[in-house]
């Protein structure tokens, strides 16, 4: 029979000799880590182009909504449904008004139900697919996106505490 304090201290044992294992074996390389490391066989022009990802990305977007994108420079302000309130008010009274007449406001239909007043303004387009919560970049909250034939130049997420100092 084992004495009642030995029982109590196999758990640490146990523990540091888990612990022993899994550092001695943190050096071998994981299954995963030859895809992370192997670069792509040929690296197209296209990828060497800044934000490549993002007019791919674009491009698919505004084919999907079939919204024209002009070749001279324009700007394109979007406002997703998990974007803050404060956020959107801004983004809709103060960013959009002040952007000049080459831009365009998207905004899901969730958006535009709460501010009825942006339904049929020249500038505005309504996501009614909700298409802008699903594209797969890192850009969240406010994004602005800039044009020039037809590539995006320019992308940009406005975190709250730069919407809140405009």
């Not at 505004?62 to 700007?75: F, M, N, R």
């Not at 404060?86 to 831009?103: D, Q, R």
């Not at 020249?122 to 909700?130: H, L, M, N, P, Q």
Request: proline fraction near 6%.
């Amino acid at each position: 029979m084992i004495p009642i304090r030995k029982l109590k201290i196999m758990p640490l044992g146990l523990f540091l000799i888990s612990c022993m294992i899994v550092s001695c074996q943190s050096n071998q390389e994981k299954p995963w880590d030859r895809y992370l490391q192997t670069q792509p066989e040929e690296n197209t022009f296209q990828d060497t182009i800044p934000y490549a990802r993002e007019t791919r990305i674009w491009k698919a977007y505004t084919d999907s909504l079939k919204i024209d994108i002009p070749s001279q420079e324009y700007t394109y302000i979007i406002i997703p449904s998990a974007s803050c309130g404060g956020c959107v008010s801004t983004a809709i009274y103060a960013l959009f008004p002040e952007s000049g007449p080459n831009t365009m406001l998207i905004v899901g239909e969730n958006i535009a139900e709460k501010y009825p007043q942006l339904y049929n303004q020249e500038r505005v387009f309504v996501d009614t697919a909700s298409l802008c919560d699903k594209l797969n970049w890192e850009y969240g909250n406010i994004i602005e996106i800039k044009t020039k034939n037809k590539q995006v130049i320019h992308a940009k997420s406005y975190t709250s505490d730069e919407m809140y100092n405009m």
